[in-house]
């Protein structure tokens, strides 16, 4: 609580931070994000970031009809658990599910996606995260060597399948991990 009211990234173990409260608001209007929209974030971490997603697009004033749901995909189990016990103190629980494995890799169980954000660098676009995206739907995600900054790149796939990429500048995030993640 001591550092509720700072605009940086904060440790929460593991090598792993939540993002600086500036960057999830950047992220979350380039997301486009809409009641009802079904949403995939890889890096569950504290669960903080899926939390205001949640309430974007499964808001507590919107019928549970009208409700979207991230899925938060998250490879290091304390910090699945963690970000768990997080979104249900907070009351997102049915709107936030949390799942331990590698992000790098999706989660197709649930795909297509309206929305996919991943909340650390890549060295490059993960194939299987396009693949996982429904046509018309948006990607963010920073591309990039993790020893300088990155592009937030935003990703946007055609009815036809084709992925237009947008760089909305440079950002600073730790490694993503997992098969299509950094060499660290």
Known sequence: ?????????????????????????????????????????????????????????????????????????????????FARRNIMKAGYGDRVTIICGDGSLGHSEKAPYDRIFVTAAAPEIPKPLIDQLKPGGIMLVPVGNVSLFQNLLRLTKGSDGKVREENLGGVAFVPLTGRYGQDV
């Open 1 to 81: 609580q001591q550092y509720s009211a700072v605009d940086t990234p904060l440790p929460i173990g593991y090598g792993q931070t939540a993002s600086a409260p500036h960057m999830v608001s950047i992220m979350n209007e380039a997301l486009m994000l809409e009641t009802g929209h079904k949403v995939l974030e890889i890096g569950a971490g504290s669960g903080w970031h899926a939390a205001t997603v949640a309430e974007i697009i499964a808001p507590s004033s919107a019928p549970r009809t009208e409700h979207g749901h991230v899925y938060t995909v998250e490879i290091v189990q304390e910090l699945a658990d």
